[in-house]
């Protein structure tokens, strides 16, 4: 399991689809809003919460398409699918070198492009706590609609459609949670409510992703 995770954070590294295009992407997006809406500091605290999650959600899409995309060409998934690892756990190791290479860059990066979007110091510790608990989900949910879609040309859009409304739990629940630490009010409740959807997530996802690849390697 050591040496997939490994070889997959060198091919997203290699492949120009690392922690680097997501946080180009998360970074533009934080740039251009106050160009779109105005300057005015009231205005962008008050939906800093919103942009910031909305950039991290869109920026975990970029590289999603190239999750088994890769390993379909080349016959790899063939080989892991009878490999003694079993699917189930190889699709949650290439889950997590998604995060680790998209995920875990935009939650240490957050608080310094929130800072762009005048959003509240005190809300600051609630944003990297809801990003830290929030996007190993955006990456599960994102390998399904990847197993999905694996083999299928031009499957990047297909994939978006599918795993956009799979994402919304953990984008409501976790801008609540930064709102509700930006307004000084008790976040507790909507971070409970994301780490179940998380915690949900890594306990089925992976079943049900490795049951699209075997569906799409027949």
């Given at each position: 399991?050591?040496?997939?995770?490994?070889?997959?954070?060198?091919?997203?590294?290699?492949?120009?689809?690392?922690?680097?295009?997501?946080?180009?992407?998360?970074?533009?997006?934080?740039?251009?809003?106050?160009?779109?809406?105005?300057?005015?500091?009231?205005?962008?605290?008050?939906?800093?919460?919103?942009?910031?999650?909305?950039?991290?959600?869109?920026?975990?899409l970029l590289s999603l398409d190239r999750l088994f995309a890769l390993d379909f060409e080349d016959g790899s998934l063939d080989l892991l699918a009878t490999a003694p690892l079993p699917l189930e756990g190889?699709?949650?190791?290439?889950?997590?070198?998604?995060?680790?290479?998209?995920?875990?860059?935009?939650?240490?990066?957050?608080?310094?492009?929130?800072?762009?979007?005048?959003?509240?110091?005190?809300?600051?510790?609630?944003?990297?706590?809801?990003?830290?608990?929030?996007?190993?989900?955006?990456?599960?949910?994102?390998?399904?609609?990847?197993?999905?879609?694996?083999?299928?040309?031009?499957?990047?859009?297909?994939?978006?459609?599918?795993?956009?409304?799979?994402?919304?739990?953990?984008?409501?629940?976790?801008?609540?949670?930064?709102?509700?630490?930006?307004?000084?009010?008790?976040?507790?409740?909507?971070?409970?409510?994301?780490?179940?959807?998380?915690?949900?997530?890594?306990?089925?996802?992976?079943?049900?992703a490795a049951a699209a690849l075997r569906i799409n390697l027949r």
């Amino acid at each position: 399991m050591i040496a997939l995770l490994m070889r997959d954070l060198r091919l997203a590294t290699r492949a120009g689809g690392g922690f680097g295009l997501g946080l180009a992407f998360f970074l533009i997006v934080c740039t251009l809003v106050p160009f779109g809406v105005g300057p005015q500091a009231e205005m962008l605290s008050r939906i800093a919460p919103g942009i910031l999650w909305i950039g991290a959600l869109l920026a975990c899409l970029l590289s999603l398409d190239r999750l088994f995309a890769l390993d379909f060409e080349d016959g790899s998934l063939d080989l892991l699918a009878t490999a003694p690892l079993p699917l189930e756990g190889g699709v949650a190791v290439k889950a997590a070198a998604h995060w680790i290479a998209t995920g875990l860059p935009l939650v240490v990066a957050a608080p310094l492009f929130g800072m762009l979007l005048h959003l509240p110091s005190q809300a600051v510790p609630y944003l990297l706590i809801s990003l830290l608990i929030g996007t190993p989900a955006l990456s599960m949910l994102g390998a399904f609609g990847a197993a999905i879609t694996v083999g299928l040309r031009r499957g990047g859009l297909l994939l978006s459609l599918l795993v956009l409304p799979l994402y919304v739990p953990t984008l409501l629940f976790g801008a609540e949670a930064v709102r509700r630490g930006a307004a000084g009010m008790d976040a507790i409740t909507p971070l409970v409510f994301q780490a179940a959807i998380t915690l949900l997530t890594l306990a089925l996802i992976p079943f049900a992703a490795a049951a699209a690849l075997r569906i799409n390697l027949r």
